[in-house]
């Protein structure tokens, strides 16, 4: 029997090189190789006359070698390869670039199959590297081939075979763990033909039929799994807190909050008065006042007796907290306190028994909260701040050291309520969507090169008023290989601080900095020692600076619509009128459009639907780092159906199965996706 975790390189036929390539993939055991799904699929099976090639259409043509191909030297790092090929209706002009070794590969006089992309006109038909081979073959023609991500060492060829020696290892082997009533019900094929048709179609209806079943399964599992995880909260019993008003902290406020602050803010006073622990998730756009909501969180805990944690991903996040929360809850009675790993080691002794005593209310720090030296008298909320910044085991960790805390986590990434639900199925959720009073409103512009020059004019104009910059490039410089030094942030910043802004204070931040640079040059930047900060997309989640009034943003193409919203969220922070820059020289249609949509609206929420409209949620479930499974199949820009399909079913069976019990082999693979453990969710 296949054992499914064995080690892809004990697959026949894959072997030591090829298991190291496909580990690029995140592809190491038989079980990732078999659902490593394609991203898309091509038809090869639509053959075409020459004379009826459409230009900018692909098609697969049958035809004969006319002549001895030649091969061009053309510079150093160019070779050509040209032959014309014809069949009964026209001739076709095929050239492969840097591809020498083809010169040999065809015989006159014999038939090919070609398929690749027809270019040219009715006079003179061309393709350029299409793929080929010996008619009768059909290995990579002929056929729907899937088309799957890939990296360097790893070709389509070489993934489809690895694909098919992993398939063929199990197939007598893959069980099916859907309950037969399920499948009957809904309509769903056996597990092998699925896998056997979603990577090898015979047709587009065992396609339908075999992605169907797929993306059914994906949701069931994905609903049973977090179904599972808020029942097992149900079943702990948290630290019930006491109804009391809220009127004493509103009245604290020097400003009114929105409605949405205090619908969250209720939200989260109603969970603590319950028997379980709250799970609850404050999802609101950058600047709709979050921070505001966890103050209010405290407070109401405090009223019970119970201390607080909040955590942020960095020391500047962590300070900022503590600079916005510490005046008021301190006005009100909540003693506050800074640990971060720079707390100095008298200071923090001293803390550390005070929040053992019980006298000091609410910590805030970073990931210092969860050394096995800080200890609490009575901990009930923790707070956490950016939740794609935490895994699941760093908030259990947190939340062990108290009995069964309630759990409040604050994100800025605005996602669509239908992904929310299922990314953070384990969470409660309150939408903060709509901003407080006077939060500026950021112009957004999407320009190409040629404005340059008059874009570094606006920036030093802004800067001679003394606001300040930052400018976000894609990525850092790495063995020379990006040939346009704007996109490495060190070569970036120096060029600017040479020819552009040599008056200026310009300095670089990357991920590859140390830590204790990385906070340095965010609190020169802060405090108004740089002019221009180059960045990378480290200042994603950053502190606040609401002196800095321009986003100049590099390549905005290589960055996703809710990415861009996020950096953009950097400005506009202030009294001053801010400014967002999208640079890209690339035209396409898609990139246009994404732009536009930033050009158009300041609305995270609206720009999240667009970003899921145009890439599927992959940005979305791009990362583990929430400890879910990731969605490998459904697409829920149009799996809807499927969803409220596979949902509803998982209820049911729940309904009568509550800890499916009489069913161990599906119990068993939602434990392996969801890596259940018991100390991992309240």
């Given at each position: 029997?296949?054992?499914?975790?064995?080690?892809?390189?004990?697959?026949?036929?894959?072997?030591?090189?090829?298991?190291?390539?496909?580990?690029?993939?995140?592809?190491?055991?038989?079980?990732?190789?078999?659902?490593?799904?394609?991203?898309?699929?091509?038809?090869?099976?639509?053959?075409?006359?020459?004379?009826?090639?459409?230009?900018?259409?692909?098609a697969c043509v049958r035809a004969i070698v006319a002549g001895e191909p030649t091969l061009s030297h053309i510079?150093?790092?160019?070779?050509?390869?040209?032959?014309?090929?014809?069949?009964?209706?026209?001739?076709?002009?095929?050239?492969?670039?840097n591809q020498s070794y083809l010169k040999g590969s065809f015989r006159t006089g014999e038939e090919y199959v070609?398929?690749?992309?027809?270019?040219?006109?009715?006079?003179?038909?061309?393709?350029?590297?299409?793929?080929?081979?010996?008619?009768?073959?059909?290995?990579?023609?002929?056929?729907?081939?899937?088309?799957?991500?890939?990296?360097?060492?790893?070709?389509?060829?070489?993934?489809?075979?690895?694909?098919?020696?992993?398939?063929?290892?199990?197939?007598?082997?893959?069980?099916?763990?859907?309950?037969?009533?399920?499948?009957?019900?809904?309509?769903?094929?056996?597990?092998?033909?699925?896998?056997?048709?979603?990577?090898?179609?015979?047709?587009?209806?065992?396609?339908?039929?075999?992605?169907?079943?797929?993306?059914?399964?994906?949701?069931?599992?994905?609903?049973?799994?977090l179904r599972l995880l808020r029942n097992r909260r149900d079943a702990v019993t948290g630290q019930v807190c006491?109804?009391?008003?809220?009127?004493?902290?509103?009245?604290?406020?020097?400003?009114?909050?929105?409605?949405?602050?205090?619908?969250?803010?209720?939200?989260?006073?109603?969970?603590?008065?319950?028997?379980?622990?709250?799970?609850?998730?404050?999802?609101?756009?950058?600047?709709?006042?979050?921070?505001?909501?966890?103050?209010?969180?405290?407070?109401?805990?405090?009223?019970?007796?119970?201390?607080?944690?909040?955590?942020?991903?960095?020391?500047?996040?962590?300070?900022?907290?503590?600079?916005?929360?510490?005046?008021?809850?301190?006005?009100?009675?909540?003693?506050?306190?800074?640990?971060?790993?720079?707390?100095?080691?008298?200071?923090?002794?001293?803390?550390?028994?005070?929040?053992?005593?019980?006298?000091?209310?609410?910590?805030?720090?970073?990931?210092?909260?969860?050394?096995?030296?800080?200890?609490?008298?009575?901990?009930?909320?923790?707070?956490?701040?950016?939740?794609?910044?935490?895994?699941?085991?760093?908030?259990?960790?947190?939340?062990?050291?108290?009995?069964?805390?309630?759990?409040?986590?604050?994100?800025?990434?605005?996602?669509?309520?239908?992904?929310?639900?299922?990314?953070?199925?384990?969470?409660?959720?309150?939408?903060?969507?709509?901003?407080?009073?006077?939060?500026?409103?950021?112009?957004?512009?999407?320009?190409?090169?040629?404005?340059?020059?008059?874009?570094?004019?606006?920036?030093?104009?802004?800067?001679?008023?003394?606001?300040?910059?930052?400018?976000?490039?894609?990525?850092?410089?790495?063995?020379?290989?990006?040939?346009?030094?704007?996109?490495?942030?060190?070569?970036?910043?120096?060029?600017?601080?040479?020819?552009?802004?040599?008056?200026?204070?310009?300095?670089?931040?990357?991920?590859?900095?140390?830590?204790?640079?990385?906070?340095?040059?965010?609190?020169?930047?802060?405090?108004?020692?740089?002019?221009?900060?180059?960045?990378?997309?480290?200042?994603?989640?950053?502190?606040?600076?609401?002196?800095?009034?321009?986003?100049?943003?590099?390549?905005?193409?290589?960055?996703?619509?809710?990415?861009?919203?996020?950096?953009?969220?950097?400005?506009?922070?202030?009294?001053?009128?801010?400014?967002?820059?999208?640079?890209?020289?690339?035209?396409?249609?898609?990139?246009?459009?994404?732009?536009?949509?930033?050009?158009?609206?300041?609305?995270?929420?609206?720009?999240?639907?667009?970003?899921?409209?145009?890439?599927?949620?992959?940005?979305?479930?791009?990362?583990?780092?929430?400890?879910?499974?990731?969605?490998?199949?459904?697409?829920?820009?149009?799996?809807?159906?499927?969803?409220?399909?596979?949902?509803?079913?998982?209820?049911?069976?729940?309904?009568?199965?509550?800890?499916?019990?009489?069913?161990?082999?599906?119990?068993?693979?939602?434990?392996?996706?969801?890596?259940?453990?018991?100390?991992?969710?309240?």
């Amino acid at each position: 029997m296949a054992d499914f975790t064995t080690d892809v390189r004990y697959i026949k036929g894959i072997g030591e090189a090829r298991a190291k390539s496909l580990q690029k993939l995140g592809i190491t055991d038989l079980r990732g190789l078999i659902s490593y799904f394609p991203r898309a699929y091509e038809d090869r099976r639509a053959f075409r006359r020459i004379a009826d090639l459409v230009p900018g259409e692909n098609a697969c043509v049958r035809a004969i070698v006319a002549g001895e191909p030649t091969l061009s030297h053309i510079r150093k790092g160019l070779d050509l390869v040209k032959l014309r090929v014809v069949d009964e209706s026209a001739a076709l002009d095929l050239t492969y670039f840097n591809q020498s070794y083809l010169k040999g590969s065809f015989r006159t006089g014999e038939e090919y199959v070609f398929y690749g992309r027809a270019e040219g006109d009715l006079l003179r038909r061309r393709m350029t590297n299409p793929l080929f081979e010996p008619v009768g073959e059909e290995r990579i023609t002929g056929r729907i081939m899937p088309i799957y991500p890939l990296t360097a060492g790893v070709s389509q060829t070489v993934l489809s075979k690895a694909i098919r020696q992993g398939l063929d290892a199990c197939a007598d082997d893959l069980s099916d763990f859907l309950p037969e009533e399920v499948r009957a019900e809904h309509r769903l094929c056996h597990v092998r033909y699925a896998y056997e048709n979603i990577h090898f179609p015979a047709d587009d209806e065992a396609l339908a039929v075999a992605r169907r079943r797929l993306v059914f399964e994906e949701l069931y599992l994905l609903t049973l799994g977090l179904r599972l995880l808020r029942n097992r909260r149900d079943a702990v019993t948290g630290q019930v807190c006491r109804a009391v008003p809220l009127t004493p902290f509103y009245d604290a406020l020097p400003f009114t909050l929105t409605g949405a602050q205090r619908r969250a803010i209720e939200d989260a006073a109603r969970d603590m008065c319950s028997p379980r622990p709250m799970n609850r998730l404050v999802q609101g756009d950058v600047g709709s006042g979050k921070t505001m909501v966890a103050a209010a969180a405290v407070w109401f805990a405090a009223q019970s007796g119970l201390q607080s944690a909040l955590m942020a991903p960095t020391e500047i996040l962590a300070e900022q907290h503590y600079k916005t929360l510490a005046p008021l809850l301190e006005s009100l009675g909540v003693r506050c306190a800074l640990l971060t790993a720079s707390t100095p080691a008298k200071t923090r002794r001293s803390m550390l028994a005070q929040l053992q005593d019980g006298e000091i209310t609410l910590a805030i720090g970073t990931h210092a909260l969860l050394s096995p030296d800080v200890q609490y008298q009575n901990l009930g909320l923790v707070v956490t701040d950016e939740q794609h910044r935490f895994g699941v085991g760093q908030r259990a960790a947190l939340g062990a050291k108290g009995d069964d805390p309630h759990l409040l986590v604050m994100s800025a990434t605005p996602i669509p309520r239908t992904l929310a639900l299922m990314i953070y199925g384990d969470l409660d959720v309150s939408l903060i969507d709509e901003l407080p009073p006077g939060r500026q409103h950021i112009d957004t512009f999407a320009v190409n090169t040629s404005y340059r020059k008059r874009i570094y004019d606006f920036v030093r104009k802004l800067v001679g008023e003394g606001r300040q910059a930052y400018i976000v490039c894609p990525m850092v410089a790495e063995n020379d290989e990006l040939p346009d030094e704007r996109k490495a942030v060190t070569a970036y910043a120096e060029k600017l601080r040479r020819e552009v802004f040599p008056d200026l204070s310009v300095a670089p931040i990357h991920g590859r900095m140390k830590a204790k640079e990385k906070e340095q040059t965010m609190r020169a930047f802060a405090a108004g020692e740089i002019d221009v900060l180059v960045s990378t997309t480290v200042v994603e989640v950053g502190v606040d600076v609401p002196n800095a009034a321009v986003m100049l943003i590099e390549n905005a193409e290589c960055f996703g619509l809710s990415q861009l919203h996020q950096l953009r969220g950097r400005v506009g922070r202030g009294q001053h009128k801010s400014y967002c820059i999208l640079v890209s020289d690339n035209a396409g249609e898609d990139n246009r459009r994404r732009l536009a949509v930033m050009t158009k609206t300041n609305n995270g929420f609206e720009i999240a639907e667009e970003d899921l409209k145009l890439r599927g949620p992959g940005d979305f479930f791009g990362s583990r780092q929430h400890g879910l499974p990731s969605l490998r199949v459904a697409d829920l820009t149009c799996d809807m159906e499927l969803l409220h399909e596979s949902r509803a079913a998982a209820e049911r069976l729940l309904a009568d199965d509550p800890e499916l019990a009489a069913h161990p082999m599906l119990r068993r693979r939602i434990d392996e996706l969801f890596e259940l453990k018991s100390a991992s969710m309240n």
